[in-house]
């Protein structure tokens, strides 16, 4: 079956991954562990070579090594002792920037620092750096008989280097990284380009005439509240197939739930899926995250746009170039089948339905709300109508009615709030840049 048709093969480490993008420990630890492993291959190399020369009985050059080895021994001690302190200043500031965008974006963006990869990367480099400059001063032979010496950190020290260079190029990155962050321009790019990544994962069979067959049972949440972050897909899916019954998925992912939330709809078959086949398919945590939330994405732009409008901030732009993406995200949905989504099974029979908004649902999270709040600026009532006429023009004509009346709506609050009709005129007239 082809992807047209719906047909979208689930993974099952897909959770994993995004689980894994969402802390912040994994990449340092990780990192630490592999340096461990590398100072254990570099010592074992160092050692090979010294006893190679001294097998040879090139002593000259085992005392060359040792004095060049002293000489970066200087260099290792210095970064061992500054390391830690460097790493604590750079992220105290960090933090404070984080702190400043939550403050006049959204705290939700902090999640973007969050899964920041350079940012990862260099806390894991750092840690690293610090780790392997530990390791190697304990290589340090204190015999200095180039008939003696067991080994002599050549490669261990060089390696050090390296990664201090290295820590030095990525400081100089992750700087100009947060500095982008901090910039609603940016912030609002990255959750646009996060946003469309759960548009083009989802599949594009309709479901509108597929008969689920009758329900024979539901299963409910068991587990501690929270919002439902995503569910493991290939792992209801097989449940289902060796079931031989469909699952449709109840709540929608971002819904809070609480033990005894109806979870799942059994249609089909005469048995259905242990708790044991279940178990580990839902995530439940205490915020939404972009994996499979459609509306995530919006959700974001929207109140970043409302801070934007209100009195205490006053910033009309930058709601503008949360509607620019807003526009963009809805224009990627126009011609995809919502309401829910269809995941089918190896041999393409479905197996999971799954609810997501549909496109009314999705029209007014993104213009509701910075509808009510945009009435005493020109500049976004201007942009919400352009963008409102922009995507009539894409729209299928049965998904034009949520569009036409948000823009009465919007006409009907300008009314109300703008008595003179010069001004009202020029608030209602299209403009993709508010006032360009």
Same mark, same amino acid.
């Given at each position: 079956?082809?992807?047209?048709?719906?047909?979208?093969?689930?993974?099952?480490? #897909?959770?994993?991954?995004?689980?894994?993008?969402?802390?912040?420990?994994?990449?340092? =630890?990780?990192?630490?562990?592999?340096?461990?492993?590398?100072?254990?291959?570099?010592?074992?190399?160092?050692?090979?070579?010294?006893?190679?020369?001294?097998?040879?009985?090139?002593?000259?050059?085992?005392?060359?090594?040792?004095?060049?080895?002293?000489?970066?021994?200087?260099?290792?001690?210095?970064?061992?002792?500054?390391?830690?302190?460097? *790493?604590?200043?750079?992220?105290?500031? #960090?933090?404070?920037?984080?702190?400043?965008?939550?403050?006049?974006?959204?705290?939700?963006?902090?999640?973007?620092?969050?899964?920041?990869?350079?940012?990862?990367?260099?806390?894991?480099?750092?840690?690293?750096?610090? =780790?392997?400059?530990?390791?190697?001063? =304990?290589?340090?032979?204190?015999?200095?008989?180039?008939?003696?010496?067991?080994?002599?950190?050549?490669?261990?020290?060089?390696?050090?280097?390296?990664?201090?260079?290295?820590?030095?190029?990525?400081? *100089?990155?992750?700087?100009? #990284?947060?500095?982008?962050?901090?910039?609603?321009?940016?912030?609002?790019?990255?959750?646009?380009?996060?946003?469309?990544?759960?548009?083009?994962?989802?599949?594009? $069979?309709?479901?509108? $005439?597929?008969?689920?067959?009758?329900?024979?049972?539901?299963?409910?949440?068991?587990?501690?509240?929270?919002?439902?972050?995503?569910?493991?897909?290939?792992?209801?899916?097989?449940?289902?197939?060796?079931? $031989?019954?469909?699952?449709?998925?109840?709540?929608?992912?971002?819904?809070?739930?609480?033990?005894?939330?109806?979870?799942?709809?059994?249609?089909?078959?005469?048995?259905?899926?242990?708790?044991?086949?279940?178990?580990?398919?839902?995530?439940?945590?205490?915020?939404?995250?972009?994996?499979?939330?459609?509306?995530?994405?919006?959700?974001?732009?929207?109140?970043?746009?409302?801070?934007?409008?209100?009195?205490?901030?006053?910033?009309?732009?930058?709601?503008?170039?949360?509607?620019?993406?807003?526009?963009?995200?809805? =224009?990627?949905?126009?011609?995809?089948?919502?309401?829910?989504?269809?995941?089918?099974?190896?041999?393409?029979?479905?197996?999971?339905?799954?609810?997501?908004?549909?496109?009314?649902?999705?029209?007014?999270?993104?213009?509701?709300?910075?509808?009510?709040?945009?009435? $005493?600026?020109?500049?976004?009532?201007?942009?919400?109508?352009?963008?409102?006429?922009?995507?009539?023009?894409?729209?299928?004509?049965?998904?034009?009615?949520?569009?036409?009346?948000?823009?009465?709506?919007?006409?009907?609050?300008?009314?109300?709030?703008?008595?003179?009709?010069?001004?009202?005129?020029?608030?209602?007239?299209?403009?993709?840049?508010?006032?360009?």
């Amino acid at each position: 079956m082809s992807r047209a048709q719906g047909y979208r093969r689930p993974r099952a480490l #897909s959770s994993l991954r995004e689980h894994l993008r969402d802390t912040f420990w994994f990449a340092p =630890t990780a990192a630490m562990v592999l340096t461990f492993v590398l100072w254990v291959g570099a010592y074992d190399a160092d050692a090979a070579i010294m006893r190679l020369l001294q097998d040879t009985e090139n002593y000259a050059e085992v005392t060359e090594l040792i004095r060049l080895v002293d000489d970066a021994k200087t260099v290792i001690t210095t970064v061992s002792s500054a390391m830690m302190t460097f *790493i604590g200043v750079v992220f105290s500031i #960090s933090l404070v920037a984080v702190q400043m965008a939550s403050g006049q974006f959204t705290p939700r963006v902090v999640r973007i620092f969050v899964r920041s990869r350079i940012t990862k990367l260099t806390f894991a480099v750092f840690l690293a750096t610090f =780790t392997l400059s530990l390791l190697v001063l =304990t290589s340090f032979d204190s015999e200095t008989d180039p008939r003696l010496v067991t080994t002599v950190p050549f490669l261990q020290s060089f390696l050090t280097l390296l990664m201090v260079t290295l820590s030095l190029f990525l400081f *100089i990155a992750y700087v100009n #990284s947060t500095l982008r962050l901090m910039r609603v321009g940016h912030v609002v790019d990255r959750i646009t380009g996060e946003a469309l990544g759960v548009v083009h994962k989802m599949p594009r $069979g309709d479901v509108g $005439g597929l008969s689920l067959g009758r329900e024979t049972a539901r299963i409910g949440y068991s587990g501690q509240g929270g919002v439902l972050r995503d569910v493991n897909i290939a792992r209801l899916v097989r449940a289902a197939r060796r079931h $031989g019954v469909v699952l449709r998925l109840i709540p929608r992912i971002g819904d809070f739930v609480v033990p005894g939330t109806p979870l799942l709809a059994v249609h089909g078959g005469e048995k259905a899926p242990s708790s044991g086949s279940l178990r580990y398919t839902v995530s439940v945590g205490v915020e939404r995250t972009f994996h499979q939330d459609l509306g995530f994405g919006l959700r974001q732009l929207s109140d970043i746009a409302l801070r934007a409008l209100s009195p205490a901030v006053n910033d009309p732009t930058t709601a503008v170039q949360c509607l620019d993406r807003i526009v963009q995200l809805l =224009t990627a949905l126009a011609d995809r089948p919502l309401g829910a989504v269809a995941h089918r099974d190896g041999r393409g029979e479905v197996r999971l339905v799954q609810d997501v908004p549909d496109w009314a649902d999705l029209v007014d999270l993104s213009f509701a709300e910075i509808r009510l709040f945009a009435v $005493g600026s020109p500049q976004v009532t201007r942009r919400i109508v352009a963008g409102l006429n922009d995507l009539l023009q894409l729209a299928p004509e049965d998904r034009r009615e949520p569009l036409l009346r948000h823009r009465e709506l919007l006409a009907q609050a300008v009314a109300l709030a703008v008595p003179e009709a010069a001004e009202r005129t020029f608030a209602l007239e299209p403009d993709r840049q508010g006032i360009g």
